[in-house]
């Protein structure tokens, strides 16, 4: 096994994700689409509840960044302005042996292909990574559009629309949340290469001297945010310093994180200088400046940029997340039952509470509480199989706790809680339940929203 790589456990997450209901091959039954992913019930909860958390730490709760939620399409000089049409590619090179194609930058030894080790290769061609349509009734060059390839281009180009109506002044942050499309010629590693996929990008708007101030400000946010929101300790992810830089860029940073095949970008951090926008102005022709009326000065705004996948978020947390142990030995000593559980962070796990009633004459007392608890957390009413098969289960989608309501709850009015991670059990009173469930989900008053 090469450092760092564990195919099995890659194996076994993609397995548990169609398992329980978190992510599937698109169009399975007619035999998938290759870079395309669906989420199910556990996996859009997951996702939304991650997305929410991204959005509330950064929009909601600063009062220097601001929300947008610009189209897919739009005018494909933004896409000539961003440098995407020109250069947005990938130099690849096919087997003629094995009909294998690889990117070139990601082979070991670019005279070998890396599939059957035959040196029997085209010379390299580029590839352009962007993803073309039409927009109205002619399918011609005149009429061609593309999806956005990343979602932080309109932002650049809604700049003065944002500030204008926000009364925002430099400096502050334009942030969105959405789809971005790229032909990636080899998607792969499960959801970690695909060419469909959200990212939540967010461009901070400031003035250049300033400019490397910020950047280290929201290099600091950002790991502050996986650290203590995703739970990431320093053995799961590490920065990666860029030494070599785009021509424009001033400074970068890449979050890495240890997926199952090694390590590999979750986010990064990227000083961008004024590029972006003096291009916008360039291919444009509007003056994009920002007045400074205190100084008097017009300043071309600098961006600090951080950008992360989603779905790589949601990768990062499953494979965080993990684990297989022993549940029970026999008398002997041996293991009797491997567990296979989830310890997602309980804030963005998929059910945050399952109550589970022990006998089916008590599903109308419990089905009240389940309806309350509901209101406050992600919850979820499992009256299916054996209490230990429910157990199991919910292990598995991460539900950090469970309630089960048994025939002593209707007199002590008290339900025993079940910690996923110790398994620990201990009888809580049934009005103490939700402020103890807030406390242990670190669910304050300001994040309240984002669990839900
Ligand atoms: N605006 C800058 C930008 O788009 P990027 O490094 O190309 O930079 C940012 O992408 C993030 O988007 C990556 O760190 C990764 O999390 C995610 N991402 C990029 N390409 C992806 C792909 N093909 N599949 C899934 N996520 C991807």
Known sequence: MAEGKDIALMEKIVSLCKRRGFIFQSSEIYGGINGFWDYGPYGTRLKRAVEQLWWREM????????GLDSTIICHPRVWQASGHLDQFSDAMCDCRDC???????????????????SSNLTEPREFNLMMKTFVGPVFDEDHAAYLRAETCQP???????????TRQKLPFGIAQIGKAFRNEINP????????????????????????????????EERL????????????????YEHEKLAHYAKAAIDVEVKFPFGWGELEGVHHRGDWDMSRHQEF????????????????????????????????????????????ETNKQGQNTDVRVVLHLPPLVAPIQVALLPLSKKLNENAKQLYHDLNRYFRAEFDVTGSIGKR????????????????????NDNAVTVRDRDTMQQERVGITQLRAMLDEKINISDASRKECR
């Open 59 to 66: 929009i909601e709760l600063r009062d220097n960044v601001e």
């Open 155 to 165: 932002i650049f180009v809604d700049f003065h629309n944002v500030r204008v109506a």
């Open 188 to 219: 792969r590693n499960f959801t970690f290469r695909s060419r469909e996929f959200t990212q939540m990008e967010m461009e901070f708007f400031c003035d250049g001297a300033e400019g490397m101030k910020w950047f280290e400000y929201w290099k």
């Open 224 to 239: 502050k945010y996986y650290r203590e929101k995703l739970g990431f300790t320093a053995d799961f992810m590490r920065v």
């Open 99 to 117: 009909k294998a194609r690889h990117r070139v930058d990601q082979m070991e030894d670019t005279g070998v292909c890396p599939n059957c080790g």
């Open 391 to 410: 157990y199991r289960r919910q292990d598995e989608i991460g539900t950090p706790f469970c309630v089960t309501f048994d025939f002593d709850s209707l």
């Open 284 to 327: 444009s022709g509007q003056d994009l400046h920002y007045m400074d009326h205190d100084s008097g000065r017009k300043i071309m705004p600098h961006v600090i940029e951080t950008s992360v996948g989603l779905d790589r978020t949601i990768l990062a947390l499953l494979a965080n997340a993990y684990d297989e142990d022993v549940a």
